[in-house]
């Protein structure tokens, strides 16, 4: 008997209102949470959505990022499926099982260098909340318990956790939550686009630099465990730091024995081409690397820190005196590397790697395109399948009071003709999943177009 079938659903204003009245969703607005109302999706297919109204959109955002290999994989739903009832769960304390085996293996295998060591956590908050603690653990060990501030950057995105948010340097100020303000010096925005005028590039990149430079001094390499960076601060605005600025940075924390964390939450699996974009994108080789997101293309939640052998080494100690208390029950879950090893699999016979770095260059000729054509738009900026568009700061029109509006009012209209942004303020951002062809890109595209030439009317009436 198929129960499922028989269950009566829900009417939609039912959901709505059980939405509405028992779901608390990340980053809800205290004073209105309980007027907002999701777009509720209910199935998807490729790169597309479909709504509770029945309407087909393109998944601009790609889920939050993550959803790589696209929607609607029957043989990934299968391989889930058949891992559930062969094994669902294995105690990662006691036991280990043949996906999680297979699946730290090959991690290792495409991940830089001698980052060869994978802990799996439960996502991407966990995986730098591991990382921060390894880099404490570590200087524990070796007798240098001051050796604990961690660098990181304004606009720098990296979860929710309490040590991954005290890292994170997005409206750090507007928040009513504690950090760990002790354990953190922030470096200033490194984003080009709002670097004083007449600054080159080139100047721009020395600049940011040299704020590395001075915090070091300022604070003393022997205070400093770690610098945590994203290749490209993703959820801060796709914003891409000026050419050099990865490698410099790591010399120097090679040469003041800091820890390059790099957090490929966003980056690692493919988004700009490769499974990760530390060493093959910018020719850094970090100490540590997170990841999750499209690890198993959102399917199932899974994350992973790896750590270089050189690290692992250092951190090894007598019996007892070194154990890594840090883990999760849901670390290495069967199911969810079942998942990534078929996401994997995937990404590999359909060549997905090669596939992005094929389309990006035309994803980013259009997306540039839109800069150079609309006013309302200051700049329009990404790499491989990342873009963001930023409104322009000096629009007049008072109705718009407007570049906090410029994000929302953009997907709006834009969802009317069938495709989905993720609106940031002022931005708006897109990474779609990673098998959309070119002619999806120029629908994708030409919707933009179309969506800011209504803003562009609207701005100026
Ligand atoms: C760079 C980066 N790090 C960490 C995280 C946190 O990941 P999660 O939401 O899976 O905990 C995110 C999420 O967007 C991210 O973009």
Redesign the pocket.
């Known amino acids: 008997m198929n129960r499922i079938a028989k269950t009566p659903r829900p009417s939609d204003a039912k959901l709505t209102a059980y939405d509405r009245d028992h779901h608390l969703h990340p980053w809800a607005d205290m004073e209105g949470w309980r007027s907002d109302e999701y777009m509720r999706v209910n199935t998807a297919e490729g790169i597309h959505v479909w709504d509770s109204k029945g309407r087909k959109l393109i998944d601009g955002p790609g889920g ?2 993550c959803v790589q290999i696209g929607y609607g994989r029957a043989e990934m739903a299968q391989a889930i499926a058949e891992q559930a009832m062969r094994m669902p769960y294995a105690s990662p304390w006691s036991l280990t099982s043949e996906p999680a085996a297979l699946l730290a293996r090959q991690i290792a295998e495409r991940a830089p260098g001698d980052l060869n060591n994978v802990h799996f956590t439960t ?6 909340d591991t990382a921060l603690r390894a880099v404490q653990f570590l200087n524990n060990r070796l007798g240098r318990p001051d050796k604990k501030i961690i660098l990181a950057r304004e606009k720098g ?4 956790t309490y040590l ?1 948010s005290s890292v994170t340097g997005k409206e750090r100020f507007k928040t009513k939550f504690d950090n760990a303000s002790e354990l953190v010096h922030f470096l200033p925005d490194v984003n080009p686009y709002h670097r004083p005028a007449g600054t080159s590039i080139e100047a721009w990149c020395d600049a940011k630099v040299a704020d590395m430079e001075n915090a070091i001094a300022e604070l003393g390499a022997g205070n400093i465990g770690a610098f945590i960076a ?1 290749p490209i601060l ?2 801060g605005g796709v914003i891409v730091p000026p050419e050099g600025y990865h490698r410099r940075t790591w010399e120097l924390c090679r040469k003041h024995d800091i820890l390059y964390i790099s ?4 980056t690692g699996f493919g988004r700009l081409g490769h499974w990760f974009a530390s060493q093959d994108v910018f020719g850094i080789k970090p100490d540590m690397i ?1 990841c ?2 499209g690890l198993t293309s959102g399917y199932l ?1 899974l ?1 992973a820190l790896i750590i270089s052998d050189e690290v692992m080494e250092r951190m090894a100690g007598p019996a007892g005196e070194a154990v890594f208390y840090n883990g999760y029950t849901y670390s290495g879950h069967p199911v969810s590397c079942a998942a990534a090893l078929k996401n994997i699999e995937i990404m590999e016979r359909e060549d997905i790697l090669g596939h992005v770095r094929r389309v990006a260059p035309h994803f980013q000729t259009r997306l540039k395109k839109l800069g150079e054509t609309y006013d309302i738009v200051g700049d329009a900026r990404g790499m491989g399948l990342l873009g963001c568009l930023e409104c322009r700061p000096e629009l007049p029109n008072e109705t718009y009071k407007a570049h906090a509006r410029f994000g929302a009012r953009l997907d709006e209209v834009c969802e009317e003709m069938g495709l989905m942004l993720r609106p940031y303020g002022n931005m708006a951002v897109f990474s779609p999943p990673l098998i959309i062809t070119k002619d999806e890109i120029d629908e994708m595209f030409d919707i933009m177009e179309a969506g800011l030439e209504r803003l562009t009317a609207e701005y100026n009436g």
């Not at 996502?123 to 730098?128: K, L, P, R």
């Not at 995105?157 to 929710?160: A, D, E, F, Q, W």
């Open positions: 939050m990022w996502g991407g908050s966990t995986a730098v995105y990296h979860g929710s991954a994203e993703c959820s957090d490929e939450v966003v997170t999750a997101k939640p994350g």
